[in-house]
């Protein structure tokens, strides 16, 4: 069966989102380990980390994620920024090894202008930096891809793999596929033969075995886009069918596939996200959408 989640909230404190994941029936939990919006940070309590950890082994949670804060840019030529990132990065690993949380997702960075050669090599520098600091922390960088809006790296696989191949050490770095940003970045999977092709050029540029987790989100822009705007499950231009495809997939039976749709605080959506992609499980026929594919060859390239 796949592994299901959500986002959760941690106001209140980190184990909160644990206990609003398993009121929902959440498999999977994806969590901030601070305020996602500030740089700086409280230190996380021995009360908090023990609350956090005892409340995880309570609900039987093989599978929490951490992401990244949002004011992170390991791609920034400002160099001030630029350290500024590294250190918020390596505190969050290290809040993430306190918590006991082994995957860490992150969005690359952008390049604010230098170019795409001079960013990505901004980012791998950046990283092997984090790394070799946090060594022995046993936390993995899940690198996200992007939807590619403005200066934003990380779109397409050959960046993620360019970074994968240039940050080291490479045991520690992985990906993060959203589908949403996929979507909006050109990629075209909403068909059996695309969904296919997707995942021969994932596998040859970056290799399954580096895909450490999954952000199901139907993207509200159109096919090829450039922007980042996730909306609810079959509600937007992806349609319900390459989410069939995703939950009858074997090859991604031990991947964490966690939500980011709009909700609220009861997280009714979240039920309902979650419902339909169960719902999903084990239907066989492909589910026909009005809206013919565009912005993509058949092969499934990027437009």
């Known amino acids: ?3 299901l989640g959500a986002h959760m909230s941690i106001a209140g404190g980190a184990h909160q989102a644990l206990l609003r994941g398993k009121s929902i029936c959440c498999d999977a939990i994806q969590m901030f380990t601070r305020n996602a919006n500030r740089w700086a940070a409280k230190p996380l309590a021995d009360e908090d ?3 956090f950890r005892t409340t995880r082994e309570e609900l039987g949670y093989e599978h929490v994620v951490a992401h990244a804060s949002y004011l992170i840019n390991l791609g920034s030529p400002d160099d001030d920024l630029w350290q500024r990132s590294q250190n918020a990065l390596m505190e969050e ?3 993430c090894r306190l918590l006991g949380i082994d995957r860490y997702i992150l969005h690359p960075g952008a390049h604010v202008g230098t170019g795409e050669e001079a960013g990505l090599q901004r980012i791998a520098d950046g990283l092997t930096a984090v790394l070799a600091v946090t060594e022995g922390s046993g936390v993995r960088i899940l690198l996200e891809n992007t ?3 403005g200066t934003v790296l990380g779109s397409s696989f050959d960046q ?3 970074l994968l191949d240039h940050a080291t050490p490479a045991e520690r770095l992985g990906v993060c596929l959203d589908t949403a940003h996929a979507a909006a970045a050109g990629y075209e999977f909403r068909e059996a033969a695309t969904y296919e092709a997707l995942w021969q050029a994932f596998e040859g540029l970056i290799g399954r075995e580096r895909l450490g987790a999954l952000h199901l989100n139907d993207s509200l822009r159109d096919l090829g886009s450039h922007v980042d705007r996730h909306t609810h499950i079959g509600e937007g231009a992806l349609g319900l069918e390459p989410f069939r495809l995703l939950m009858n997939d074997p090859c991604l039976r031990s991947v964490p596939m966690l939500l980011e749709t709009p909700k609220g605080e009861d ?3 979240d039920v309902v996200n ?3 992609l169960r719902g999903l499980i084990g239907r066989e026929e492909p589910i026909v959408t009005l809206t013919a594919p565009v912005g993509a060859d058949s092969e499934g390239r990027r437009a």
């Open 1 to 3: 069966m796949p592994i």
């Open 49 to 51: 980390i023990e609350r």
């Open 93 to 95: 690993l290290e809040r």
């Open 147 to 149: 939807a590619g809006q």
């Open 160 to 162: 993620l793999a360019w």
């Open 267 to 269: 997280l009714a959506e």
């Open 274 to 276: 979650l419902a339909t």
